[in-house]
């Protein structure tokens, strides 16, 4: 079974730019998350999708970052226009079912995004 | 103030010693603890979770709860090369996915020396 995949695994853009990093979950999986660590700093929530519903937005820094769920299968978390402090690893996570207990998470290896 | 605090490290090991990984927290909310491993260019992957106090043991490891104390650890045991990793703790108040933010540490780098 494939796991959490992520593209592309790195970026590396000048500020200003737009980027759009991709998430495919493991197929079934409803819940989607997406984390991001900046250089030298714990992994931070950002967002929860069930299916294709927003459920937990949170952690989003600001409205230059854009997450969508087309159809509850993949996701996209696009940064328009990117920042310097933008730069990190941005990790996608699924887990299965809806009210299915949070310690069961599969996280993809995460895109390594550079804002010059 | 952080709401979890794990050295960074780097820690090095020799090969069969047995590691001691550490956190405290201060949210006494958190119920839920959990142990990811890291490796490098890879994504975190759970290694041990634990509900309350108490302790838990799988094969080489052992997680440790002390609420009263807000200080969780990991003991590997007969430690390998292939352990070296990144650990970070994390832990939730919630154990509902629909309402759940796992809170992470900045990670522990472990190296065990062959």
């Known amino acids: 079974e494939a796991g959490v995949t992520q593209f592309p695994s790195h970026s590396v853009i000048e500020k200003g730019q737009t980027v759009t990093l991709r998430c495919d979950p493991i197929?079934?999986?409803?819940?989607l998350y997406w984390y991001r660590r900046v250089m030298g700093k714990e992994i931070k929530f950002l967002l929860h999708f069930v299916k294709e519903s927003k459920q937990d937005e949170s952690g989003m820094p600001n409205n230059r970052f854009l997450a969508e769920r087309t159809g509850g299968t993949y996701s996209t978390l696009k940064v328009q226009p990117a920042e310097l402090e933008d730069s990190g690893v941005y990790f996608c996570a699924s887990s299965p079912h809806e009210g299915t207990t949070n310690e069961k998470l599969f996280f993809g290896s995460g895109t390594q995004l550079s804002v010059l | 103030q952080k709401e979890v605090e794990q050295d960074p490290g780097p820690l090095s090991v020799p090969e069969g010693a047995i590691v001691s990984l550490n956190c405290t927290y201060s949210?006494?909310?958190?119920?839920?603890f959990m142990w990811y491993r890291q490796y490098s260019r890879k994504g975190p992957e759970l290694l041990m979770y634990?509900?309350?106090?108490g302790n838990k043991e799988d094969g080489r490891f052992t997680a440790q709860v002390d609420k009263s104390s807000k200080y969780i650890s990991l003991f590997i045991r007969d430690s390998q090369p292939s352990d070296s990793a990144t650990y970070l703790c994390a832990m939730s108040a919630v154990r509902s996915s629909s309402a759940s933010k796992i809170i992470f540490g900045s990670g522990t780098r472990l190296s065990i020396r062959p």
């Open positions: 634990t509900y309350s106090s």
């Open positions: 949210n006494s909310a958190f119920q839920y």
């Open positions: 197929s079934g999986h409803d819940n």
